[in-house]
């Protein structure tokens, strides 16, 4: 699923940027039944048959980057590895630190599966969308 932030550029897919498991399968799941619950429950926000737009919001944007640095550092022990996939063939180590740090900012959530799913559940329990703007 493809968010668009509040200024309509689009963002990364929620799974490429959400959670770090062997199994894709279960990523796209959970990343379907995410965006079925955000959909649904904007839909039952607006009149029937009305046509609305979702976004999220700049603070909403600026959080998740920040959930995703703030974690980063777990993941960072690939730097000097051998060359491999999760090091972009060992080119990551090339690459300026500034840049390294903006692109800690899309990385895998580095706190597990189980933590993952807590924090989406938590969100959904809320059931107030923070951080989406619908616009109808």
């Excluded at 897919?13 to 279960?26: A, E, K, P, W």
């Excluded at 993941?75 to 999760?86: E, H």
Aim: proline content about 3%; overall charge negative; some cysteine.
């Amino acid at each position: 699923m493809t968010f668009l932030d509040t200024a309509g550029k689009g963002m990364d897919s929620f799974t490429s940027d959400s959670i770090f498991v062997n199994d894709q399968s279960y990523t796209v799941d959970t990343s379907a039944k995410h965006a079925a619950y955000v959909l649904t429950t904007a839909k039952s926000r607006v009149e029937p048959e009305k046509p609305f737009a979702i976004a999220l919001t700049a603070a909403a944007v600026e959080d998740w980057a920040t959930q995703m640095l703030m974690r980063s550092l777990l993941l960072a022990a690939m730097m000097g590895c051998t060359p491999g996939y999760f090091n972009v063939e060992g080119e990551i180590d090339k690459i300026k630190p500034e840049d390294q740090l903006r692109m800690a900012r899309g990385i895998v959530l580095g706190i597990g599966l189980e933590s993952f799913l807590e924090y989406v559940e938590g969100w959904q329990a809320e059931g107030r969308m923070q951080g989406i703007e619908l616009h109808v």
